[in-house]
């Protein structure tokens, strides 16, 4: 169950949270963070159901089986509103003043300026990637954050809270979710080291063979694709069955745009992991190289396929690195995506 399993994963957090609860000292807005997207929205989902759980166990904790419970796991509850990044771009759009448009900034904190239809005024706010957020839009939230209603709890997620503005972070009380570990669970992540062991090990100055080897690695990129739009789907599903049903269609129209949001966001999520991984594999190559110590590799899972030597070449594994780290720094401006990661693979081969 969702819930048992962030408490196993984090038990002086939830400890600490449910004891807050128990003594109605719960704040009005948290920032929870960590280097698990995973484990921030399982976060986030804890926190919004101790709000409002029907049936709490005997220290406040979620039941996870109340009608409540089941529909914030569905992301289905009435009054929970949610606001992602949107766009290719992924940012949060901050919405016009006057007429703001749904899934924007200004559309979120109107739904908070409403009477609450439940009869103890709850009202739950989440952000994820809140750090999407630029600073025009941070400074248009910070009163709606300081001074949230009585009963209205804001949850903001992100993996790197350092990018938020001072005074966001001043006004929320912050949650550490770090695990120390990246999860790497795209579609083609173990092709992805295959490919990457291949690289390094196998093709040291055959110039062709890094070359199918860099085709394979943009096959893979393509299943992000298809991989971010099922995550959506089965994120989506059941408010978008919801809507279907209601005779507003404006309705299925914004939760259709949501869905896509989330699409949007998923597939910039999966990309990030999917250069992480090349950055990651080459660093542990790396190591081991200098180290002569593959024991201490902190994700011995990506060799579980591959066929090791003794020991990396320490000038191919410095090389996959520093070819790696210019990979990740190409890819932050508007370059074309396949020629730079074949520069990536031709060069990992057959460089000086």
């Known amino acids: ?9 984090f038990p002086n957090l939830s400890a600490g949270l449910l004891n807050a609860s128990k003594q109605k000292k719960l704040g009005g807005a948290y920032l929870l963070y ?7 929205e399982a976060g986030a989902m804890y926190l919004a159901a101790m709000t409002i759980c029907q049936s709490p166990g005997f220290g406040g904790e979620p039941c996870g089986e109340c009608r409540s419970c089941r529909q914030v796991q569905e992301h289905t509850y009435s009054e929970m509103f949610e606001l992602s990044p949107s766009g290719k771009a ?3 759009r901050i919405g016009d003043e006057n007429a703001p448009e749904p899934n924007t900034l200004r559309w979120f904190v109107q739904q908070f300026e409403l009477a609450s239809s439940n009869l103890d005024g709850r009202k739950i706010g989440i952000i994820h990637n809140c750090d999407a957020m630029n600073s025009e839009a941070q400074n248009a939230f910070l009163k709606t954050l300081e001074e949230p209603d009585p009963g209205v709890i804001f949850i903001l997620l992100t993996g790197n809270p350092s990018a938020l503005l001072a005074t966001t972070r001043s006004r929320c009380q912050l949650l550490p979710l770090l695990t120390n570990t990246m999860q790497y669970d795209f579609a083609g992540a173990k092709e992805l080291c295959g490919l990457l062991g291949e690289l390094i090990f196998n093709a040291s100055g055959n110039i062709v063979k890094a070359s199918n080897l860099a085709d394979d690695m943009l096959l893979l990129t393509e299943k992000l694709a298809d991989d971010s739009s099922a995550r959506a789907d089965a994120s989506w599903a059941k408010r978008l069955e919801q809507a279907s049903g209601i005779e507003d269609k404006s309705l299925l129209k914004r939760i259709t745009e949501q869905r896509d949001n989330a699409a949007a966001s998923y597939y910039l999520m999966l990309r990030k992991q999917f250069l992480s991984l090349i950055h990651t594999y080459c660093t542990q190559i790396w190591l081991w190289s200098e180290t002569g110590d593959k024991s201490a590799l902190s994700n011995p899972e990506f060799f579980e396929n591959t066929e090791l030597p003794e ?12 070819e790696a780290e210019k990979l990740l720094y190409r890819l932050r401006f508007q370059v074309d995506e396949k020629l730079a990661v074949r520069s990536f693979a031709v060069n990992t081969a057959c460089g000086e």
């Open 34 to 40: 960590g280097d698990d997207p995973a484990w921030r």
């Open 90 to 92: 992924g940012y949060i």
């Open 1 to 9: 169950m969702l819930y048992r399993e962030f408490e196993e994963r």
């Open 311 to 322: 020991k990396p070449d320490a000038i191919v594994a410095k090389r996959a690195l520093n």
